[in-house]
């Protein structure tokens, strides 16, 4: 059960952080308050004991870069992470780092033997992206990075799971007049799922004020359930940008006259972050984003190419900081990020699914499984 914490684990943590565990989730582990650290520790394994008898549902998570698939599902106590795959160094980092029980797979998926999947209930995986998107160079399946695709296929063949979720770019849906994305529904339904398919908004189902729109695409074995599931999420009341950033900002984030694009960035970049306002720095000037929303984070944003967002506050002129992106796809503030990097951070966050969208899924899920 790798969201339980053994005893060892648990004797290295220090008595804050067993008390914030316990009241990050008060219900399962009532009757905690006033224990001494020994008796916390006893009191934290017999409450797991007791959810140890519940049938959970193992899910895999593929390409999972920051891990948000796991962080959402293993919120909810019905969901265990049985095997979880990615290529990036740094992935491996940033979900070790938050998942230290969890085994990380380092490889790329093509040249893993899908018997050495575990069995699982539900796979998830938010596939390589870029043969899709129009930043790409729109190459679909002929190109290469798109046969992931069929090694899900094939992962679906040998192990059947129940559920699927696949996240992808908006444009899956139109991409070569829309044949990529019916080729991959047709796939789907001839591996044996009903497919149902949204375009969900962060910015418009949750508090998270970033404007990103990805492609969700669910399949179930089962006829009821696939008949029980819907993508009716409630619309939110739009979150402020200026909630998400951090305070005293390092330096190094800021724009100074050194750099050869300062006169343009400083002429461009007139109101003040409090006006809930940002920037985005497209190649020779600059674009006032008039949505009061933050752009759709991509992964290249650390590399200085365009979509940028940038943000005037009382000190300067600067850039979004890794964390700060972590915040607007909706990490909580005590998601660990390790130490790479800033251009592998920005990737990992540009690249990452929205963890309240996941969580608005899975809430879903839970009804009806
Ligand atoms: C769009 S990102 C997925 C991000 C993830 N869902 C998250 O929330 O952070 C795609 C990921 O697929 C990984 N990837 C691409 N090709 C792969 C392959 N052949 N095998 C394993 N991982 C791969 C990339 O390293 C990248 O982290």
Redo the contacts with the bound molecule.
């Keep these: 059960m790798t969201s339980l914490k053994n005893e060892k684990t648990l004797k290295k943590l220090k008595m804050p952080e067993l008390k914030k565990m316990c009241q990050s989730d008060k219900k399962k582990y009532k009757g905690f308050s006033g224990l001494n650290k020994e008796d916390l520790i006893k009191h934290i394994n017999k409450c797991n004991n007791k959810i140890k008898v519940t049938n959970n549902l193992k899910f895999i998570?593929?390409?999972?870069?920051?891990?948000?698939?796991t962080l959402a599902l293993e919120k909810n106590n019905n969901f265990e992470c049985v095997f979880t795959?990615?290529?990036?160094e740094c992935?491996k980092n940033i979900y070790e780092l938050n998942n230290p029980k969890h085994e990380f797979t380092l490889?790329?998926?093509?040249?893993?033997n899908v018997s050495d999947i575990p069995p699982h209930n539900l796979l998830?995986?938010?596939?390589?992206?870029q043969p899709f998107s129009i930043a790409g160079e729109k190459k679909g399946f002929d190109d290469k990075?798109s046969?992931?695709f069929w090694?899900i296929i094939e992962i679906l063949e040998k192990h059947k799971p129940e559920i699927i979720i696949l996240?992808?770019v908006k444009n899956l849906k139109s991409h070569d007049k829309g044949n990529t994305y019916k080729t991959i529904e047709n796939k789907l339904k001839n591996t044996g799922y009903h497919i149902k398919t949204c375009i969900l908004d962060t910015n418009k189902i949750t508090k998270i004020p970033q404007h990103r729109e990805r492609i969700y695409i669910i399949g179930f074995r089962d006829k009821d359930k696939y008949d029980n599931f819907d993508f009716n999420f409630q619309e939110q009341k739009q979150g402020k940008i200026y909630d998400m950033l951090e305070k005293n900002v390092d330096d190094k984030y800021y724009y100074t006259d050194r750099f050869k694009v300062f006169e343009e960035i400083e002429n461009g970049i007139t109101k003040n972050i409090t006006e809930n306002v940002l920037y985005q720095y497209r190649r020779f000037y600059v674009r006032e984003n008039k949505s009061n929303c933050c752009p759709t984070l991509t992964?290249n944003m650390g590399a200085g190419g365009h979509n940028v967002p940038l943000l005037k506050d009382d000190k300067g002129i600067r850039k979004l900081t890794p964390r700060e992106c972590f915040n607007l796809?909706g990490f909580p503030i005590d998601y660990k990020l390790p130490d790479v990097c800033d251009s592998a951070l920005y990737?990992?966050?540009g690249?990452?699914?929205s963890?309240p969208v996941?969580s608005l899924i899975v809430s879903k899920l839970e009804d009806i499984i």
């Design positions: 998570d593929l390409f999972a870069g920051t891990g948000a698939f795959n990615d290529m990036m992935s490889k790329d998926l093509n040249t893993i998830c995986g938010g596939f390589p992206c990075r046969n992931v090694k996240e992808n992964a796809q990737k990992l966050a690249n990452a699914v963890v996941v």
